[in-house]
């Protein structure tokens, strides 16, 4: 019988069994994934990431997009035909598609077993959650990791339906997360990614004034291990002169800054509640470089916004071309039911959308391979991810302009054993669209 509960320490999966955990959506989710995963191993299960082979296996899902929710519901057909095998004894389905469908999931799917929805985890006592697991328990590699330092969103953003299923903005307390890093530091972690939907408004619930700036350097001073603070959202209207100052001086902290600024257009800009103009766009984005040399700006753009024409598409294009970002992710505007650009008129036709995003990104890539070619000849620290040996061994890194899994990699030559977490110098040799290629010196 399907069950649904907000709490997922009320939900009890038999002592001992062997649980897995699929993670879908983004690195946020991912914290939440290992999160439930150390909260399970603490009360006395197995973890196993053989899916197949576990007793329980718990997804937590996506529901961001109608992409996002597509692969959520496949992944819960698979599941259910691995029950239907005998492979599998139980599903529970949790995150944001449980949050916002649990009742047509729990009519459609009978084999669900439980949904759980958006999990109200234990945030003050995470570190002691996440530290129970051992090597390969986990859902990232030993030698980084993510912290999440707010759940939910500050702002309200007319296309977007996070808000709204994730509930109320919160801050973690400055203490709690600066003893979370400093567990992670004494673990020998190399790289901490922060992380939230909007870290810029990090403390205005609870401080009721932007922390992030003070947050970074108690982080600063009380790490020893770890080399690279990677910072993972900004919101464009939040981001402050005393951060970017911050950025810029204090060392461990990648020069690189992923600020999703969405559109260009004023007008689109408005439409989508996002609290600044396209002037103060542009001087945001002149400050951080002027301000932080050779910083890395990472940004993400929505092509076909209601109310998108032609001319304001190639406004985007011009800023894309004149501003030459270092990494752009775009994806075409997804109508969800529940947001208030559901019911705006003039919604911009699929075809056009797609078209709108091809161009988009054709453009990036030339950028990109210009961007990325500049760096040949010049040595930049790279941390390793993935180290192979001998004398074909290539091995994969990525250098502070890099985050994991979302940008390009390094890969790095070798007469010397490496190791995962190794920072080595590397002479940039060649390059591509998005990787480099060097020699470790
Ligand atoms: S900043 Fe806007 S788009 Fe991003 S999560 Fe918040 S509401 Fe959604």
Not at 271 to 287: A, E, F, P, W, Y
Not at 417 to 424: A, C, F, Q, T, Y
């Amino acid at each position: 019988m399907i069950r649904t509960t907000k709490n997922f320490n009320q939900e009890r999966v038999a002592q001992g069994r062997k649980v897995g955990v699929i993670n879908l959506g983004c690195a946020r989710n991912l914290v939440d994934s290992q999160t439930i995963l150390g909260n399970l191993k603490r009360q006395g299960h197995r973890i196993t990431t053989d899916i197949a082979g576990a007793d329980t296996v718990v997804v937590n899902t996506c529901a961001f997009i109608e992409e996002a929710r597509k692969e959520s519901v496949d992944t819960i057909l698979d599941l259910i035909e691995l029950k239907k095998q005998g492979k599998l004894k139980r599903i529970v389905v949790a995150g944001c598609l449980a949050q916002r469908y649990g009742k047509e999931l729990s009519e459609e799917f009978k084999e669900v077993d439980a949904i759980l929805g958006v999990q109200k985890l234990d945030r003050e006592n995470i570190p002691a959650q996440v530290s129970t697991l051992s090597e390969g328990e986990g859902l990232t590699p030993r030698h980084f990791a993510y912290v999440k330092i707010c759940e939910s969103c500050y702002n309200r953003c007319s296309f977007c339906i996070i808000p709204s299923i994730k509930g109320k903005f919160v801050s973690r307390s400055i203490e709690s997360v600066v003893r979370e890093v400093k567990g992670l530091d004494a673990q020998g972690v190399r790289e901490i990614k922060i992380i939230g939907q909007d870290i810029t408004a990090y403390g205005m619930d609870i401080y009721k004034e932007k922390a992030l700036d003070r947050l970074l350097k108690e982080i600063v001073a009380v790490t020893q291990n770890i080399r690279w603070v990677r910072l993972l959202y900004a919101f464009p209207a939040h981001v402050t002169d005393e951060l970017i100052d911050t950025i810029s001086r204090e060392e461990k902290i990648c020069k690189y800054i992923d600020i999703p600024l969405q559109h260009i257009s004023d007008h689109l800009l408005q439409s989508m509640n996002r609290s600044i103009t396209t002037r103060q766009t542009i001087d945001l984005v002149n400050k951080i470089r002027a301000k932080i040399p050779g910083a890395h700006i990472r940004t993400s753009f929505v092509v076909g916004l209601p109310g998108e024409t032609e001319e304001n598409f190639q406004e985007l294009m011009d800023f894309v071309r004149d501003t030459s970002f270092e990494r752009v992710g775009a994806f075409v505007y997804s109508r969800e039911e529940g947001t208030a650009a559901y019911s705006m008129p003039e919604q911009v036709p699929d075809t056009i959308k797609r078209k709108r995003l091809n161009a988009l990104m054709a453009l990036q890539q030339k950028i990109s391979r210009d961007v990325q070619k500049s760096k040949i000849g010049r040595r930049l620290d790279v941390l390793i991810d993935e180290a192979r040996q001998g004398e074909e061994g290539i091995s994969l890194g990525r250098t502070q302009y890099d985050a994991h899994e979302v940008d390009g990699v390094v890969y790095v030559h070798s007469t010397r054993k490496l190791n995962p977490g190794d920072i080595v110098p590397v002479e940039i040799t060649d390059s591509c669209e998005y990787d480099l290629v060097g020699n470790a010196l």
